[in-house]
């Protein structure tokens, strides 16, 4: 039987039988990945290696300067509603009798909702949400979903985490996930190496989704009190805070090991650093991980996308009072968010997008639940003039036993990487194009032309370093420049430049020999403001 949070080992259970040996089978799997992502034994996501050979030094990617280039300092937030959401009772048809009559006890009234057009509401429960949609800072998405749909949570998830379409069993070894192949496309692996993670997952374990070819670039942060950790002493696992007895020492040695395989502790540590946790989250752990994400990129780590996980939403029975408590917990976890940003200035540069593995049946089974569906809906927010609030994609057909897809996820992918993040590569499976009933997702598109309009500090490498650095600048017009190497107290250690320095892109060499291990921050003043990156020197 189930072993899930949330499921109960009940003869009466509302699974179907075409589905229950895969439900049964997910569960236990997912028993299993829980104990090993707990223990470490999981990828290590920030822990890189190349074929068993050590990382080389890090250094400087061309298309990631291409992108910094052009002022690019956007990001994508992923919200996993784990367990397959039910998108008919978050998005309610209140003017379809069909949803009143497949759902007598679990449909929601129109007075239940909150208006979105005529024919929808939005669940009360996410009611935190409507202030995004009334300024036009939320989009929902339809009928979202893919081709030949599969029942299975590990397959269906696979499938939203890999950009393919696949038929076979899942964790097939070949496989890379979307985010991974756009981390390769940064940061081929022929290249250097970023000096920051470029995607950071918080509280979840998703290893297949930052999967490359040869490289896994996603930093895992296990919850919010490993920040604080973090930022504090500088490591992610505390080698003295082990148990007595033969164990301890061994468990002791393994998080030695672990601290110093963790690439990227230096400049999350920084990050965790230059800004505080927002006020305003509610006490729920969900809140937490968003509330580290908020401050990382409130710190200016420079990650593209962060991901975070909501569960479970597997509603097989009691749907209504778990539902309604995950509805209220997404909603005002995301508007915490989103207040965070607000207040620092930082969610004009953030568009944050929930998926889930499928939907849910439209006909309620008899233990007032709803058993695996299909197409699900899709939430997408952000700051002003980022997402085109409104509803997209067709409304759901409700004439059959599931909600067929009628909106492919891999478009909704592609949208998000070339006009969100600028990114111009076949990242998604091939096959997909846009759909029009997608137009205008994202209001501000963004152009991948190359700017010369502002100064900025293109690129620190290597990092870490040693004993010399190359500190790339793009100005605008001939001027003073400054550019000071900053302690983590905030002292000046080194002053590399002061000078007058003509329009363009230089190369400025600086000789670090002197400077003892730790994290500092390099920081150019301009006409324009200042700009600074975090490098990290080691002996």
Request: charged share 20%; proline share 6%.
């Amino acid at each position: 039987m189930c072993s899930s949070p949330g499921h109960t080992d009940r003869p009466d259970r509302a699974v179907s039988l075409d589905d229950g040996a895969a439900h049964d089978h997910d569960h236990a799997l997912w028993t299993r990945r829980d104990f090993l992502a707990a223990s470490g034994l999981l990828a290590a996501g920030a822990t890189v290696t190349l074929g068993g050979t050590p990382v080389r030094a890090m250094g400087h990617a061309p298309l990631l300067h291409a992108l910094s280039s052009v002022e690019n300092d956007r990001v994508l937030v992923l919200v996993q509603l784990k367990g397959g959401n039910d998108g008919l009772n978050s998005v309610v048809p209140v003017r379809d009798d069909l949803y009143y009559r497949a759902r007598p006890t679990l449909s929601l009234s129109r007075a239940q909702t909150r208006p979105l057009d005529p024919d929808f509401g939005l669940n009360g429960h996410l009611d935190a949400l409507m202030r995004y949609w009334e300024r036009d800072r939320m989009a929902i998405v339809q009928s979202v979903g893919y081709p030949s749909p599969n029942l299975s949570h590990f397959v269906s998830t696979d499938t939203w985490l890999t950009g393919e379409i696949r038929d076979a069993t899942p964790l097939q070894d070949t496989t890379t996930g979307w985010l991974g192949r756009l981390n390769d496309a940064l940061y081929p692996p022929s290249g250097p190496f970023p000096d920051a993670p470029p995607a950071v997952q918080v509280g979840t374990r998703l290893p297949l989704l930052g999967a490359g070819l040869e490289t896994n670039l996603m930093m895992s942060l296990k919850d919010a009190q490993a920040v604080d950790t973090l930022a504090e002493r500088g490591i992610l696992y505390d080698p003295d805070a082990v148990p007595e007895g033969s164990y301890g020492p061994v468990l002791s040695y393994l998080r030695s090991v672990a601290n110093l395989s963790e690439r990227y502790v230096a400049p999350v540590q920084a990050a965790a650093q230059a800004a505080s946790t927002g006020e305003g989250y509610p006490s729920t752990t969900f809140a937490d991980n968003l509330a580290v994400v908020a401050r990382l990129i409130k710190g200016r780590l420079g990650a593209k996308t962060y991901v975070v996980s909501l569960g479970n939403f597997d509603t097989h029975g009691n749907q209504l009072e778990r539902h309604t408590r995950l509805c209220t917990e997404l909603a005002e976890g995301v508007h915490a968010f989103f207040g965070d940003l607000e207040r620092s200035g930082d969610a004009k540069r953030v568009v944050l997008m929930t998926f889930s593995e499928f939907g849910r049946r439209v006909y309620e089974n008899g233990s007032g639940g709803t058993d695996h569906g299909e197409a699900s809906v899709v939430f997408l927010l952000g700051g002003d003039e980022t997402v085109g609030g409104g509803l997209y994609g067709e409304p759901p057909d409700l004439t059959g036993e599931n909600v067929p897809y009628q909106e492919d996820f891999r478009s909704l992918y592609g949208i998000l990487l070339r006009d969100w993040l600028g990114v111009q590569s076949d990242i998604v499976a091939s096959g997909t194009s846009d759909s029009a009933a997608l137009t205008g997702l994202i209001q501000t598109p963004f152009s991948t032309t190359p700017s010369r309009s502002a100064d900025a500090l293109a690129a620190v490498y290597p990092n870490p370093a040693t004993s010399r650095v190359v500190v790339e600048i793009n100005l605008a017009q001939r001027q003073v420049v400054r550019l000071d190497v900053v302690d983590l107290r905030g002292r000046v250690v080194h002053t590399a430049a002061e000078r007058t320095i003509e329009p363009g892109l230089h190369r400025v060499p600086m000789m670090w020999g002197r400077l003892a291990a730790g994290v500092y921050t390099v920081r150019l003043r301009t006409s324009a403001g200042t700009s600074s990156r975090t490098v990290s020197v080691i002996r």
